[in-house]
């Protein structure tokens, strides 16, 4: 896997309550970018990132997995969590290596209680935050009752991106609210046409309500977008989309299956354009009170986000690149001990395969 810069990675934290479909959007991504030749299935217990014996016999997350992909020029590293309270541990500490918290929502269930914990968590941490409604295609699955138990818990800041066509045994794909057209997936490519007369009106309402959180983030247009003089451009929406993000002015909002991979890639195609880059929030406050530049150009430093006991490879920490670049043999000082330590093998990995690399940049996320 080939070295990205700062601005072309995303780091995604997967989150939200046990048995929403984290891991099966994960198996999705993988698939659509082509990583993968297959979809794993939690069933099965052949996915990426449920690989340990315990996870396979359980069939659910209990430690957070690394998987990679890349897409059109951008790598994101989507960091599968836990949604088991008893493993809120390695849920939290992963966030920190994150500068999005994806909250993957059940259609029928709605946010429930590990929703909300980890939502208040990230809001604590400051950390930009996205929606992906899964499973639209269940029985009993209601678009507009998810998206107003969502708005009366996490507030107004919510706005939709995507929006179904049909829904449970009818859904068939997803409207595109910021480009306006209807997306189908088929086979293995998706397929976009206009937007069904239909669905016009609903599609128009939620695009209206996009612009109203998106203007916050230019003083100069919201004020011209309030007094009516003008609505917002189509470049000038896509070119305030990514501030309004990282500002946490905007929460999007995503519809999807990914059992059936509707709604996945133009997910993925946000993602790579829209979510924030590891410079986006700034430098990172360090705990002797001050502050790493997200900088291929720094010195190099890293921060280690959980570590592994591997009976065959030995100590894995998994680490994010703060600045500077990681080679094997590199020689760092451990904060929290005073000492010394030389790095060994640097990996990319997925799931559980490592793949060695010649080298690791700054924002990258690696073991």
Known sequence: MANYPVNKIRNVCLMGHGGDGKTSLV???????????????????????????????????????????????????????????DFIGDTLATMHAAEMAMFVVDAVEGPQVMTTKLWREAETMRLSRSVFINHIDREHANFDVIMAALHARFGARLGVVTIPIGVDKDFKGVIDILRMKARYFEGDSERVEEIPDEYLEQAQVARDKLCDLVAEADDDLMMKYLDGEEQLTQAELEGLFDKAIAQELFIPVFVGSTIIKQGIQGLMEDICTYFPHPTAHGPIPTADGGEVKVSKEGKPACFVFKTLADPYVGRLSFVKVLSGTLVPGLELLNARTGKKERLGHVCVMKGKETTPVKSAMAGDIVV
Do not use: M, Q, Y
């Not at 217990?45 to 992909?69: L, Q, Y």
């Open 27 to 85: 198996e999705s991504l993988l698939n659509i970018s082509g990583a993968t030749d297959r979809v794993g299935k939690i069933a099965d217990g052949n996915t990426v990132c449920d690989f340990d014996p315990e996870e396979i016999r359980r069939k659910f997350s209990i430690s957070t997995a690394v998987a990679p992909v890349e897409w059109n020029d951008c790598k994101i590293n989507l960091l599968d969590t836990s949604g088991h309270p």
